[in-house]
Nanobody, 124 residues
Framework: VQLQASGGGLVQPGGSLRLSCAASGLTLDYYAIGWFRQAPGKEREGVSCISSSDGSTYYADSVKGRFTISRDNAKNTVYLQMNSLKPEDTAVYYC??????????????????WGKGTLVTVSS
């Protein structure tokens, strides 16, 4: 199983980026896919997740209304559209997969399989 996140880069505050998570060795439509991020000196944060069963989604409060997760099963890829980016969104973003999006007390828990991250830098 391999997951590869891509699409990161440098963007100005207020700008947009779309991250992609491509999978090999598994069919993503059978799995939940989550996006996590980790900024320097901070703990990892679960940002968003999309379930396999009904396509239901989860967003952390910090990104709700600005980020959108979606999946293209034909391309075996999950996307994270990030709009209205803020400097505090700067982090390495990772995609991960598991059977379900496990959300406890509003927090997305870690998943079993992880890909390499992609760096997002929001700065003027």
């Amino acid at each position: 199983v391999q997951l590869q996140a891509s699409g990161g880069g440098l963007v100005q505050p207020g700008g947009s980026l779309r991250l992609s998570c491509a999978a090999s060795g598994l069919t993503l439509d059978y799995y939940a896919i989550g996006w996590f991020r980790q900024a320097p000196g901070k703990e990892r944060e679960g940002v968003s997740c999309i379930s396999s069963s009904d396509g239901s989604t989860y967003y952390a409060d910090s990104v709700k209304g600005r980020f959108t997760i979606s999946r293209d099963n034909a391309k075996n890829t999950v996307y994270l559209q990030m709009n209205s980016l803020k400097p505090e969104d700067t982090a390495v973003y990772y995609c991960a997969t598991d059977a379900t999006c496990e959300v406890v007390a509003g927090i997305l828990h870690g998943m079993d399989y992880w890909g390499k991250g992609t760096l997002v830098t929001v700065s003027s």
